[in-house]
């Protein structure tokens, strides 16, 4: 059964930091490019990173760059989002994805998680 879980998400201060996780299950990440997205209430899915398979390059929207960092540890088949400096505005529900292929669209990804909750505020 393919399961693609994800955890670490929480309430946290502005500034202050988190990191996401997501494990695979019934399939091995390493030959799949990850993708991570996030949804904010009342508005649409957007991507925030991802990372290829191939050859490791890794892609950030302008809105985290410098702040979030996309990882992966194909030796536990889990991916990471390390995220700093967080702001009001990164709350949102965030997702990992997997497929062929880095993407900014929803639509190329094979596999998501279930989403997890990151809120930030004081």
């Known amino acids: 059964q393919v399961q693609f879980v994800e955890s670490g998400g929480g309430l946290v201060q502005p500034g202050g930091s988190l990191r996401l996780s997501c494990a695979a299950s019934?399939?091995?990440?390493?030959?799949?490019?990850i993708g991570w997205f996030r949804q904010a209430h009342g508005k649409g899915r957007e991507g925030v990173s991802c990372?290829?398979?191939?050859?490791?390059?890794?892609y950030y929207a302008d809105s985290v760059k410098g702040r979030f960092t996309i990882s992966r540890d194909n030796a536990k088949n889990t991916v990471y989002l390390q995220m700093n400096s967080l702001k009001p505005e990164d709350t949102a529900v965030y997702y990992c994805?997997?497929?062929?292929?880095?993407?900014?669209?929803?639509?190329?990804?094979?596999?998501w998680g279930q989403g997890t909750q990151v809120t930030v505020s004081s």
């Open positions: 990372v290829s398979a191939t050859d490791g390059n890794t």
């Open positions: 019934g399939f091995t990440l390493d030959s799949y490019a």
């Open positions: 994805a997997a497929g062929p292929y880095p993407s900014w669209l929803e639509d190329e990804y094979d596999y």
